[in-house]
């Protein structure tokens, strides 16, 4: 268990809920970064009382630095204020739960420092998996899953060699548009996409939900994590998201992990492992669930999928081009400038202008991401 950890992305859905387990469990907290969200960072920082905490901007950080003044936390802001809460030294573990490839610095900053990871992130291992497991191979760091689907798997293969995998089966809710037609799908907007059936999550992940992007960019997440072919994970749908993910071993036999849908599972395991504690959440009832069902997902219907596994077969920065392209499209979305199925489409249309290099450095992979961004802008679909 980590007594004393820093959370990157304090003020999400994955940082509150971290907040709340750390409440729970009396975990202290060295360091807080967030946003814009100075209101509950203020809070979060007169209650916990960290040794730092980081704002994305100057002008955030004077107006926050009079509000915590007995604290005793620096406040500092920008990059390096980032870089600061990542590697604060009494921190054993740092919780990277910032959405996007802003994740992707800071957490290896934090991996350079000696940290053990607890990764809310998927973009770190889809834009630089190689990188960072080498990173932590080296240092015999712990990298201990958050998402839900890639902790249910990382329970699944407890005690077992990896040797004996055959395959990973993701769960996927399937989303709000499971069932709708493509011509259904054009009229989406982004008020029906954010309304997640199972989960409460930000809009860029709740929009990745909808169009399976969050499904692709876990499979090739789950291919770092758990060293495995692109060809060895498959993924079913799962409406009631109860079972949260499956191992396939070569005897055929199968192992799942079964919850209700709440974060604050994963979160609580990946902070108290390898202990498993009694907490506040509420215990599944098999009986009141009634039934789960299973079916195939749709690729030619929810492109975003498919092009996540073309993307990590090809392999190199491909992955690096697929993440920049869908981050552009969904805040296009969001905005009401491109179509649902559009966000597919410019995906795809950037992927295909793409020269790959196979075995990118960090620098090229922060250079290809700059290029398909602006590439991004540029496409119309």
């Known amino acids: 268990m980590f007594h004393n950890i820093s959370i990157l992305g304090s003020t999400g859905s994955i940082g509150t809920q971290t ?7 009396d975990i202290r907290i060295s360091g807080l970064a967030a946003g814009s969200n100075l209101t509950v960072l203020q809070e979060q920082i007169l209650e916990f009382r960290p040794e730092v905490a980081s704002v994305r901007t100057q002008e955030d950080a004077n107006q926050l630095a009079p509000l915590v003044a007995g604290s005793g936390t620096r406040v500092l802001w920008g990059e390096e204020g980032i870089f600061e809460v990542a590697r604060v ?3 054993e573990c740092v919780v990277s739960a910032i959405v996007g490839i802003a994740g992707l610095m800071p957490t290896l900053e934090a991996i350079k420092a000696g940290k053990h990871i607890a990764l809310a992130n998927k973009e770190v291992l889809v834009t630089a998996g190689a990188i960072v497991m080498e990173e932590m191979r080296k240092r015999n760091l712990l990298l201990l899953p958050v998402d839900s689907e890639h902790s249910a798997i990382f329970q699944c293969l407890m005690g077992n060699d990896r040797e004996a995998i055959r395959r990973i ?8 548009f499971r069932e709708k037609s493509r011509v259904e799908l054009e009229g989406v907007t982004p008020a029906m996409a954010l ?24 499979v090739i997440e789950a291919r770092w994590l758990f060293d495995v072919l692109p060809g060895q994970i498959d993924v079913v749908i799962h409406p009631q998201s109860i079972v949260h993910s499956l191992v396939e071993f070569q005897d055929t036999s199968v192992m799942a992990q079964l919850g209700l849908p709440d974060m604050k599972l994963p979160i609580q395991l990946a902070l108290t ?3 498993r504690m009694a907490g506040g959440l509420e215990p599944l009832d098999l009986v009141q669930v009634g039934h789960l069902d299973f079916s195939k997902p749709d690729c030619n219907q929810f492109r975003c999928l498919q092009l996540a596994y073309d993307a990590i077969r090809v392999g190199g920065t491909m992955p690096t081009v697929l993440n920049a392209a869908n981050e552009v499209a969904v805040q296009l979305f969001l905005e009401e400038k491109i179509s649902f199925l559009g966000i597919a489409r410019l995906i795809d249309a950037v992927m295909q202008t793409h020269a790959v290099i196979d075995s990118p450095t960090l620098e090229e992979i922060l250079w290809t991401d700059a290029q398909a961004r602006k590439l991004s802008l540029e496409v119309r679909v």
């Open 169 to 176: 089966i993701l769960t996927c809710s399937g989303g709000p």
């Open 19 to 25: 907040i709340a387990v750390c409440r729970e469990f």
């Open 89 to 91: 030294a009494a921190a």
């Open 195 to 218: 309304q997640h059936p199972n989960w409460a999550m930000g809009s860029k992940i709740t929009i990745d939900s909808a169009t399976l992007m969050n499904k692709g960019l876990e």
């Open 273 to 275: 492992w390898p202990n």
